[in-house]
């Protein structure tokens, strides 16, 4: 959706502008973009972007290879499961409804819910008290980098998962995995990973 909205302004960007976008607010990286759309605001940009998320072309949204089985196992544990998206809600609740898992989370923060996004812990934070879980006894999944250093500055153990970001791009996280088949829940209830 962002390389789409950059092509159709004419504006420059490469691979590592977009990835700027990856785990934050779009609204929030837009304003420091803005220079780059002379006359545009932010939300004129912002809804652009969005307008292209089921548009032709679009690519087709799948779970992260043993994310759904994952969730499923640690909500039969009975572990407590948040979401801490950058996403809106509507996107957020589409997604889990469609994979058949919002049932399993006890707490879904959006970018609708918090004042200041990732890196910012406060979606993070907020989770953990939705569910009554202190931060430093959660762990958090995550794929981009500003994510993992939201995961860090709430005092949360992060894994980092490569599958839209490079190993080398999550730096601070714990562990780091291809996908979320290399995580298994234990007996305690626990999470064994495997890998990173």
Same mark, same amino acid.
């Given at each position: 959706?962002?390389?789409?909205?950059?092509?159709?302004?004419?504006?420059?960007?490469?691979?590592?502008?977009?990835?700027?976008?990856?785990?934050?607010?779009?609204?929030? #990286?837009?304003?420091?973009?803005?220079?780059?759309?002379? /006359?545009?605001?932010?939300?004129?940009? @912002?809804?652009?972007?969005?307008?292209y998320?089921?548009?032709?072309?679009?690519?087709?949204?799948?779970?992260?290879?043993?994310?759904v089985e994952?969730?499923?196992?640690?909500?039969?544990?009975?572990?407590?499961?948040g979401?801490?998206?950058?996403?809106?809600?509507? @996107?957020?609740e !589409?997604?889990?409804?469609?994979?058949?898992?919002?049932?399993?989370?006890?707490?879904? #923060?959006?970018?609708?819910?918090?004042?200041?996004?990732?890196?910012?812990?406060?979606?993070?934070l907020?989770?953990?008290?939705?569910?009554?879980?202190p931060p430093?006894?959660?762990?958090?999944?995550?794929?981009?980098?500003?994510?993992v250093?939201?995961v860090?500055?709430? !005092?949360?153990?992060?894994v /980092?998962?490569?599958?839209?970001?490079?190993?080398?791009?999550?730096?601070?996280?714990?562990?780091?995995?291809?996908?979320?088949?290399? #995580?298994?829940? #234990?007996?305690?209830?626990?999470?064994?990973?495997?890998?990173g």
């Amino acid at each position: 959706m962002w390389t789409w909205l950059f092509e159709s302004h004419g504006a420059a960007h490469d691979a590592a502008l977009i990835a700027s976008f990856a785990g934050r607010r779009g609204r929030e #990286v837009l304003a420091e973009l803005l220079h780059l759309f002379p /006359g545009r605001s932010v939300e004129e940009l @912002y809804q652009q972007a969005i307008s292209y998320e089921h548009g032709p072309g679009a690519p087709v949204v799948a779970p992260v290879p043993g994310g759904v089985e994952l969730v499923r196992a640690m909500h039969e544990a009975g572990l407590p499961l948040g979401v801490a998206t950058s996403g809106q809600r509507r @996107y957020a609740e !589409g997604l889990l409804t469609g994979l058949g898992v919002r049932e399993c989370f006890g707490a879904v #923060v959006t970018a609708d819910d918090v004042v200041t996004g990732k890196p910012d812990p406060e979606g993070f934070l907020a989770a953990c008290a939705r569910l009554g879980v202190p931060p430093e006894a959660a762990v958090g999944f995550e794929d981009a980098p500003a994510g993992v250093a939201a995961v860090k500055a709430a !005092g949360m153990t992060c894994v /980092g998962v490569t599958t839209t970001q490079p190993a080398e791009a999550l730096v601070g996280a714990d562990h780091v995995v291809p996908d979320l088949k290399e #995580v298994d829940v #234990v007996p305690g209830p626990a999470l064994r990973v495997s890998g990173g």
